[in-house]
């Protein structure tokens, strides 16, 4: 029998390593214990111009990936310019130079008309002479839906009735606008953009998500669609130490039970999606990774094997910087170790760019190198 | 230009810091009849008075040696009851006593006795009389306690929101025809050749604007930075001898306890934890400063004294989440030899024309409680110099909001506000918060809440741009303790950078560089709290602001 690949962490960077070790004709195993920074995610992928191979993966990732760069806009009315978006998110480059509806359905986080005035404002907006105007869509139904979170009123406004509701109501509002851009509302379980935008008959799409919103949300639900298309074996449980095992790893799980790996890519996030922690004071490291390695952390270049004050770290550095750039340090190959079959990518790497286009593309390279290890 | 150092005069006083006293002694001026400009380099309550323990107490700790003091104090308490009883709430404070047998009974008679002489004073601000507690009734009423306590002691005092009582006075001082300039320097202190002052030098540091105005009295009215502003007008830094006191407070939370329970420090000295707002505070130092005014934050030194003092008498505290830091600067009496918590808490007033410079005095030393006092010493030397016989009314006429009563369950069913807001919003504005509500009655739209910790509406970040000086999101935040709460602004300072900016006609993006100037400060002001738990909130934070701003944009805020 062989043994497979094992993927801790299924994060952007944990699915692209999976991804890659199934296209190279490899198994593997994706171990997944909860919701890390991807699931956090506002729906905008960062970073530099993307490869084919991560155009493919994002693709059926339900994210749009473009060859320029292209411009979305935030829920705090500002635009970025990006190479990826989630598909629900508006594109605006699409929309230079028009008329854009911001819809207003009287939430207290969204305030429609400021938001306007704002979009309309920025450098984008002025040298590409796009417009942007409130547009009143009636869609509360109680005081309830004005203070739900984001997340719960995107549960709420894709149930069947007020799905079909807001189509017939996106039909009669918003003339003489070219496309519609609402908040982070449009979809959970269904793609409700693409049925909206055909339904208006003009693209209608949202702003980035806020943490825990709906485009973290997506991104697990198609996250599942990808792996099984790929016959990449889901484990749910949490994973507490890769130990050595001859020339092989082993990853014991918080049960107790075993899974006896090739090689082990280590994408379980960053500090701030909890791959990485903070220890009170006394004997040992300041910072840890969420799980037992037989390999050391690195901050700022230095290994943390010994006692080490992160608050003097922090203080030296005047903020929290040093708690984001704590990882495992790895070679061009994504090998943590070299001695043993262990690889890390996605914000488990030392100082690395912390954005959704680094961890498909280091988490790619990481999945490719560790199929080689067969 | 060159101003005209033998008038006519532009006005009468000009008030240098925009503290508890120096916005205290501009609405005392403007309520006489004068004309006063007041230049605050930073905002107003920036400093000390917006970072003190926020009480307005009856000086318990003067009975035994000045108890002119105490009952001074605890008349002066009662006056600003009367004239902003939006802005006080009762703190009730326990003194515990520990351990057992003679020593243990000695030490509670002692602290009754002490207590009842304080009782005497006590009608004066509204305070109710001590109460002696054996051991079982305050574990009763605390049950958070450790183990051991053989008694204690009640007594009563008095909280405040330090800088909402700065921005009652400076606008109520504005509103009475006063000229107050926020984030502006004084650049120099104008003198004539017999050395008397005769005005300031000024610039905008955030349009670059500069200017002269020139009056018939000039008052450094700066706390700490006294010996700087002395030095703007050449005079040494031995004319305004203090001696700076650092002291910072922690911040929790939420309310952990029904009492302020008075706890021993490592090193002897009386440090509490105190149930403030809808927060616990832990507090206080007191540490000689030589550091950066404009930048006095929190060690993580400072926080572990604080902690291990309480933790003795309350452990729960170690399990409560810490949310913040205040750190401020008493512009303490100078003296030399004695630890910093054994000098004076007196105030006194310098007049310059001892060392050459007629019609500059200085302010220094004082407490937050005694503001108003100071400021009447301080505005009756003025009006005797020149010429005004108008009697002080600062005890009895009402600061903004503080004129009448409003039930903010009119707010609740006028407005459609929730109650907690309400009642924040009725605190902190008294009768105005029905200015704020015409605002969302107005624009229903400003009524949405934009921080929910505290919380805060728009109309009330609107209202404080426009009628209380703010000018960024910090400012703001000092005035409505917006982004204080649990979740470090992580879910308002960027919308209320958009809204600061809307209602300043400035771009987004510049709305987005005030909103990361507050979250940076913030942070920064968290760092001494960092421990497994605050990393977490902190990562989350970090995570919140790259969905918005994207990798690089945390530091430029560039879109």
């Avoid at chain 1, 953009?193 to 943490?211: D, F, K, M, N, Y």
């Avoid at chain 2, 030399?336 to 050459?356: K, Q, T, Y």
């Amino acid at each position: 029998m062989t043994e497979p690949v094992v993927i801790v962490g299924g994060g952007f960077a944990g699915v692209a390593a999976a991804w890659a070790v199934a296209r190279s004709g490899g198994a593997a195993v994706l171990l997944t214990d909860r919701a890390g920074a991807s699931e956090l995610y506002s729906g905008i992928c960062d970073g530099d111009a993307p490869s084919d191979d991560v155009s493919a993966l994002a693709q059926s990732l339900g994210l749009v990936i473009t060859p320029e760069l292209g411009a979305v806009a935030t829920r705090e009315g500002l635009i970025r310019r990006v190479y990826g978006r989630d598909s629900a998110l508006l594109d605006l480059e699409e929309q230079a130079g028009k008329q854009l509806g911001v819809v207003d359905p009287g939430r207290d986080d969204w305030d429609g008309e400021l938001l306007a005035r704002s979009f309309s404002a920025t450098r984008w907006a002025r040298s590409t002479n796009t417009r942007f105007r409130c547009v009143a869509l009636p869609l509360l139904k109680s005081g309830a839906e004005r203070r739900m979170a984001p997340y719960d009123f995107a549960r709420l406004l894709e149930t069947p009735e007020r799905a079909a509701e807001l189509a017939r109501t996106l039909a009669e509002v918003g003339g003489g606008t070219d496309a519609l851009l609402f908040g982070p509302w449009l979809g959970v379980e269904r793609e409700l953009a693409a049925q909206l935008s055909s339904a208006a008959g003009r693209p209608v799409g949202e702003t980035a998500s806020g943490p825990g919103g709906v485009a973290g949300a997506r991104f697990g639900r198609r996250r599942e669609a990808v792996l099984a298309a790929h016959r990449v074996e889901l484990r749910a449980g949490a994973a507490r130490a890769v130990e050595e095992r001859g020339s092989t790893l082993s990853v014991v799980l918080e049960d107790g039970s075993a899974l006896a790996a090739r090689a082990v890519v280590l994408a379980i996030g960053g500090f701030v999606a909890g791959g990485f922690r903070v220890n009170d004071g006394g004997v040992g490291s300041a910072a840890s990774a969420s799980l037992e390695l037989p390999i050391a952390l690195t901050l700022e270049g230095e290994l943390m094997d010994r006692a080490t004050s992160l608050a003097g770290q922090i203080a030296r550095h005047g903020g929290f910087e040093p708690l984001e750039a704590l990882g495992l340090a790895v070679d061009e190959r994504f090998a943590a170790s070299t001695r043993l079959p262990l690889f890390a990518c996605g914000d488990a790497q030392a100082g690395k760019p912390r954005t959704v286009l680094a961890a498909l593309s280091s988490g790619i390279g990481a999945g490719r190198a560790a199929a080689g290890v067969f | 230009m060159s101003a005209p150092a033998d008038g006519p005069f532009d006005r009468d006083v000009i008030v240098i810091g925009g503290g508890v006293n120096g916005t205290g002694v501009a609405r005392d001026c403007a309520l006489r009849g004068l004309t006063v400009a007041l230049f605050e380099r930073n905002d107003i309550a920036f400093g000390a008075s917006g970072n003190s323990s926020g009480m307005i107490h009856g000086g318990p700790r003067y009975l035994t040696n000045d108890p002119d003091v105490t009952y001074s104090s605890c008349l002066d308490s009662g006056h600003i009851q009367h004239v902003a009883p939006h802005l006080l709430f009762r703190i009730p404070f326990l003194m515990p006593v520990f351990g057992s047998g003679l020593g243990a009974r000695i030490l509670l008679n002692g602290y009754d006795a002490f207590f009842s002489l304080y009782d005497k004073y006590q009608p004066l601000k509204r305070g109710k009389p001590h109460v002696r507690l054996a051991g079982d009734d305050l574990r009763r009423l605390e049950p958070g306690l450790v183990g051991g306590v053989f008694g204690g002691v009640t007594f009563d005092e008095w909280g405040i929101d330090g800088a909402r009582l700065c921005i009652a006075n400076a606008v109520d001082a504005v509103e009475r025809g006063a000229r107050v300039h926020v984030h502006t320097s004084v650049t120099e202190i104008l003198r004539r050749d017999d050395g008397s002052a005769y005005g300031v030098a000024y610039r905008n540091r955030h349009t670059g604007e500069i200017g002269r105005v020139t009056a018939r009295a000039v008052v450094n009215a700066t706390g700490a930075w006294a010996p700087i502003t002395a030095g703007l007008g050449g005079l040494e830094r031995t004319t305004t001898p203090i001696r700076p006191g650092k002291g910072i407070h922690v911040f929790l939370d939420r309310r952990l306890t029904n009492y302020a329970i008075m706890a021993s420090s490592i090193d002897g000295r009386q440090v509490f934890l105190m149930p403030w707002q809808n927060m616990s505070v832990l507090g206080t130092t007191d540490d000689d400063y030589y550091g950066d005014l404009d930048d006095v934050i929190a060690s993580r030194d400072e926080v572990e004294y604080l902690f291990q003092a309480v933790e003795r008498v309350f452990p729960a505290v170690r399990s409560a989440r810490a949310i913040g830091t205040w750190g401020g600067v008493r512009p303490t009496l100078y003296g030399w030899g004695g630890n910093e918590d054994e000098l004076s808490r007196e105030h006194r007033i310098v007049d310059h024309a001892e060392h050459r410079a007629d019609g500059l005095y200085s302010m220094i030393g004082g407490k937050l409680a005694s503001y108003r006092l100071f400021s009447e010493e301080m505005t009756d030397l003025l009006a005797k110099r020149l010429g005004n016989d108008r009697p002080c009314s600062t005890h009895s006429s009402p600061l903004p909001g503080g004129a009448e009563a409003v039930d903010p369950m009119q707010l609740v069913l006028d407005g459609g506000m929730e109650a907690v807001t309400a009642t924040r919003l009725e605190y902190r504005h008294g009768a105005r918060s029905l200015r704020v509500l015409e605002r969302m009655q107005r624009n229903p739209r400003e009524a949405a809440v934009v921080c929910p910790c505290e919380p805060v509406t728009e109309a009330e970040i609107r209202y404080a741009v426009e009628h209380e000086l703010a000018a960024t999101v910090d400012d703001v935040s000092r005035r409505t303790r917006l982004g204080l709460g649990s979740c470090g602004g992580m879910r308002c300072a960027l919308r209320c950078g958009r809204i600061v900016a809307d209602a300043r006609g400035l771009s987004p993006e510049q709305g987005t560089k005030l909103s990361l100037a507050f979250l940076n400060g913030a942070r920064r002001r968290r760092l001494s709290l960092l421990s497994p738990d605050q990393a977490r909130q902190e990562a989350l934070s970090l995570a919140s602001l790259r969905a918005e701003l994207g990798p690089d944009g945390q530091r430029t805020g560039d879109d």
